[in-house]
């Protein structure tokens, strides 16, 4: 199986910026695509970003777009989501995501279904 540990979150002003970080460890070889999601309380989790492990193709849910941006080291086994222009509404548990499942198409990655692996979350504040 597949560890995850979030890093990286804090409290910010609202037009700042935070760079997460998650770092994989265990059986990352079978790994396919690593991704963000985010909770904010009495909300379902959601869909931020995602990364194929092999080409590092991306995708990132359009209420980031532009802001956010997910990446990754390879040697490191680690994800990032560089966060810039935060808005309150940013505000929620960020956690991370792994899958072990080799889903084809573009949008794949995108649900939480399709993820194997969690992280327990960093927490993500942002004051207006």
């Known amino acids: 199986q597949v560890q995850l540990v979030e890093s990286g979150g804090g409290l910010v002003q609202a037009g700042g910026s935070l760079r997460l970080s998650c770092a994989a460890s265990?059986?990352?070889?079978?790994?396919?695509?690593m991704g963000w999601f985010r909770q904010a309380p009495g909300k379902e989790r959601e869909f931020v970003a995602r990364i194929r492990w092999s080409g590092g193709s991306t995708v990132h849910a359009d209420s980031v777009k532009g802001r956010f941006t997910i990446s990754r080291d390879n040697a490191k086994n680690t994800v990032y989501l560089q966060m810039n222009s935060l808005k309150p509404e940013d505000t929620a548990v960020y956690y991370c995501?792994?899958?072990?499942?080799?889903?084809?198409?573009?949008?794949?990655?995108?649900?939480?279904?399709?993820?194997?692996?969690w992280g327990q979350g960093t927490q993500v504040t942002v004051s207006s």
């Open positions: 265990g059986r990352t070889f079978s790994t396919y695509a």
């Open positions: 995501a792994a899958s072990s499942q080799n889903y084809g198409g573009a949008g794949a990655y995108t649900w939480r279904a399709q993820y194997d692996y």
